[in-house]
């Protein structure tokens, strides 16, 4: 069974700084793409930023800049650095790590940027 933890969410002021990881664990095949989406309250889940095993990255638009995606494919980890936080940002975190098979998504991590 593949469990994926995130940790790193919280309450923080605009114009701040949080860190976001998450943890892949379990039997599972090669990881081919890792990434962070988001959902706020009464909207759709988006994509944040994501990582493919070449190592190439894409971004929303409305984080470019204030985000940085990083992995660690020999821990399976994948780490989201956010800056600059603005009232916007606030929504609940979703690691999500993709094998050629499935994709596997974490329990969500909420964060929460106050104006």
């Known amino acids: 069974q593949v469990q994926l933890v995130e940790s790193g969410g919280g309450l923080v002021q605009a114009g701040g700084s949080l860190r976001l990881s998450c943890a892949a664990s379990g039997t599972f095949s090669s990881i081919n793409v890792r990434g962070w989406y988001r959902q706020a309250a009464g909207k759709q889940r988006d994509l944040v930023a994501r990582i493919i095993s070449d190592g190439s990255t894409n971004y929303a638009d409305s984080v470019k800049g204030r985000f940085t995606i990083s992995r660690d494919n020999a821990k399976n980890t994948v780490s989201l650095q956010m800056n600059s936080l603005k009232p916007e940002d606030t929504a609940v975190y979703y690691c999500?790590?993709?094998?050629?098979?499935?994709?596997?998504w974490g329990q969500g991590t909420q964060v929460t940027v106050s104006s």
């Open positions: 999500r790590q993709d094998t050629r098979y499935r994709a596997y």
